[in-house]
């Protein structure tokens, strides 16, 4: 069976599901990346993947930063 990873997450960001996300310069495996909280699920994407990622998160939330991390309100 195939799992499209960016589908999926894709999906929960447009479900209203993401609660909040935040850069890791570390992530493990990935080095520098936006991790994209949902309940206790994390998902980090690479950076070339970040603009595609803003413009979806932008339509579907209102973010408000508090400290080092971004949390999402859906509109």
């Known amino acids: 069976m195939y799992f499209s990873y960016h589908?999926?997450?894709?999906k929960n960001?447009?479900?209203g599901?993401?609660?909040s996300y935040y850069?890791?310069?570390?992530?493990?495996?990935?080095?520098y990346a936006l991790v994209l909280c949902?309940?206790?699920?994390?998902y980090p994407i690479r950076e070339e993947k970040f603009l595609e990622y803003f413009a979806l998160i932008g339509?579907?939330?209102?973010?408000q930063k508090k400290g080092d991390v971004f949390y999402?309100?859906?509109i």
């Not at 850069?23 to 080095?31: A, I, W």
């Not at 949902?38 to 994390?42: D, I, Q, R, S, V």
């Not at 339509?59 to 973010?63: D, N």
């Open 7 to 10: 589908l999926t997450v894709q």
């Open 13 to 15: 960001i447009k479900q």
């Open 17 to 19: 599901r993401l609660q």
């Open 23 to 31: 850069f890791d310069k570390n992530y493990k495996k990935f080095g």
């Open 38 to 42: 949902f309940g206790k699920k994390k």
């Open 59 to 63: 339509q579907f939330y209102k973010t």
């Open 72 to 74: 999402t309100t859906p």
